[in-house]
């Protein structure tokens, strides 16, 4: 069974807000599983937010759902490992040659395997295991929590994956870290 097996799709979706009593249009379904994923648990709890009275723009940032990210999705992870997915947060999409070279570190790839294969904090996105990403959800709130933490090190991390992009022929994900680092020189010599 994957994860994808378990997600819900949007007419499960709506049934699960219809028997918590919340009225929501296919538009607003359709936004709320492209934010969520079909994630389960999360579809639950946005239906609590949304019963309080929350708008659906806010549903993402509520506080019950990053709580429920901080304490189930990581809370039980060490700390070298929960500092590895707040820097590979602001990445997308990895390979642990990519981490081991943007982060300067070693032993990403053997890191990412373990924590797809133990922990289900990061899914493959091939047969091989060689890419892998984090749900929207956390990818958003870590990398947002290391940009508070250590503003330093998120723009570093930035530039040097702009830098790998660059290098690598993404020129799309390139751009998107120079402008996200705020490095107009490194942004207008790609």
């Known amino acids: 069974v994957t994860v994808d097996d378990l997600a819900l799709d949007a007419s499960e979706s709506y049934q699960v807000l219809a028997e918590m009593g919340v009225d929501a249009d296919t538009r607003q379904v359709a936004e709320l599983l492209r934010n969520l994923e079909g994630w389960p648990a999360g579809v639950r709890l946005a239906g609590q937010v949304l019963r309080s009275g929350a ?3 806010h549903v993402n940032d509520h506080v019950s759902l990053v709580d429920y990210l901080r304490s189930e999705w990581i809370g039980q992870l060490d700390q070298e490992d929960r500092t590895f997915l707040r820097e590979i947060a602001c990445l997308q999409r990895f390979t642990g040659e990519q981490c081991d070279e943007v982060l300067e570190r070693c032993g990403s790839g053997e890191l990412l395997r373990r924590l797809h294969r133990d922990q289900v904090i990061v899914f493959a996105l091939d047969q091989r295991g060689e890419w892998f990403r984090m749900h929207g959800l956390l990818t958003r709130w870590l990398s947002a929590e290391l940009r508070n933490a250590d503003l330093p090190r998120w723009t570093r991390i930035h530039l040097n994956a702009a830098d790998y992009s660059q290098r690598s022929g993404d020129i799309d994900s390139a751009v998107m870290h120079a ?12």
Do not use: K, N, P, T
């Not at 402008?179 to 790609?190: H, M, N, Q, S, T």
């Open 55 to 57: 708008s659906m723009a």
């Open 179 to 190: 402008r996200a680092a705020g490095d107009l020189e490194v942004f207008e010599a790609i």
